[in-house]
């Protein structure tokens, strides 16, 4: 084994199972989701702690309401995942309930994870379920947040990932219907090598995963590389296998040499990593000198800010220019009227206590 594949040490584990490995004859493979409860029980005997993170509700709810085709109209989306989700989370527990494994209910909209409030609240409520050996079972909120477009996460991978960043997880395991990341599409060349650990997903990794509107990047491997970088920064190893092979899960965490393995940044703070990953569609313009404070870490003063776009609250997560995210210390309208008095009484702006903390600034990647 590997020192690389050593997960002997990891007790926090997130597992993603996608729809295309849940699925068999347009419905949910129910002896497949057993299998996966089986190995997932196993880790719980271990004394590790697993959340998992599934997809398949707004397809098994179709199903139900005798849908053929995709769904694709926003409200029938919303009653197909209302449906399906009971039907799912009762799968779920009759599998686990087998092993005597307990599981739990978790339903998440990216403006829960965004609002730092309720943020807390979750990860204090995750805690307390993984301390009791309990399994969260964690999906997307389909039925509210594909009414908000710009709120949703777009795919359960960005959803896995942002779980494991914000609970400090070790590893986070990907199951998809491929073995892992190859050097070419597979489904187009024979001669396609998977590759089997990834120091830094650099600009030629990322363009391994294909063309945005392939349809070999389009929901499949371009998502889980965006993803990939998100669990990175949270210091996060990844795991991306086929959910299909023989034991994968308790193999990977053999250490057997299975699928393509991730390995992470330098780990920023939890606080750090909650503004990074928050959506916010509020920003703070600012000029040259400010840019350069702040890359020289420095707090954002009101002396070099520009502009305000958006309505926030103090506290609220909001762009800065094009480099960072922060918590701005102020709201949007107190904001704007301290800009009001700047252009009256410039001197002034000089005495102002920081916008945002440098603290509280995140640089982005460029």
């Not at 308790?250 to 390995?263: I, N, Q």
Request: proline residues 1%.
């Amino acid at each position: 084994m590997s020192s690389l594949r050593d997960f002997s040490q990891a007790k926090r584990i997130v597992i993603k199972v996608g729809t295309n490995v849940l699925s068999k004859n347009s419905g949910i493979d129910i002896d497949f989701l057993r299998i996966i409860a089986e190995q997932i029980a196993g880790l719980v005997r271990q004394k590790r702690q697993v959340i998992l993170v599934t997809s398949g509700a707004i397809g098994m709810g179709a199903n139900c309401l005798g849908f053929t085709r995709k769904i694709t109209e926003v409200k029938l989306r919303q009653a197909c995942a209302a449906v399906g989700q009971g039907i799912l989370m009762h799968q779920y527990q009759e599998a686990f309930g087998q092993y005597g494994q307990k599981v739990a209910q978790v339903l998440l909209t990216n403006r829960i994870m965004s609002h730092r409030k309720s943020y807390v609240n979750l990860k204090n409520a995750m805690e307390t379920l993984l301390s009791m050996g309990i399994v969260p079972i964690v999906n997307e909120n389909d039925c509210v947040s594909v009414e908000e477009i710009g709120l949703a996460f777009g795919d359960n991978d960005k959803l896995s990932a942002l779980v494991a960043s914000k609970i400090d997880a070790e590893l986070l395991v990907i199951l998809t219907d491929v073995a892992g990341l190859y050097d070419k599409n597979p489904q187009q060349h024979t001669d396609a090598r998977l590759i089997t650990v990834v120091y830094e997903i650099t600009d030629e990794i990322a363009g391994m995963a294909g063309q945005a509107g392939s349809k070999f990047a389009t929901g499949g491997m371009a998502s889980k590389i965006a993803a990939i970088r998100i669990a990175a920064k949270g210091g996060c190893k990844v795991i991306l296998a086929h959910g299909r092979e023989k034991e994968v899960i308790s193999r990977l965490l053999a250490g057997d040499e299975v699928g393509t393995l991730f390995l992470p940044k330098r780990k920023i703070s939890n606080r750090k990593r909650w503004i990074l990953n928050s959506f916010t569609d509020a920003r703070i313009d600012i000029d040259p000198g400010a840019v350069t404070a702040l890359l020289n870490h420095k707090s954002l003063l009101l002396v070099g800010i520009t502009e305000v776009t958006g309505t926030f609250r103090a506290g609220d997560v909001v762009h800065i220019g094009t480099i960072a995210k922060g918590v701005c210390n102020v709201s949007s309208g107190q904001l704007r009227a301290m800009l009001e008095e700047k252009t009256k009484n410039h001197a002034a702006a000089h005495k102002q206590k920081a916008v945002v903390h440098v603290n509280d600034i995140v640089l982005l990647e460029p």
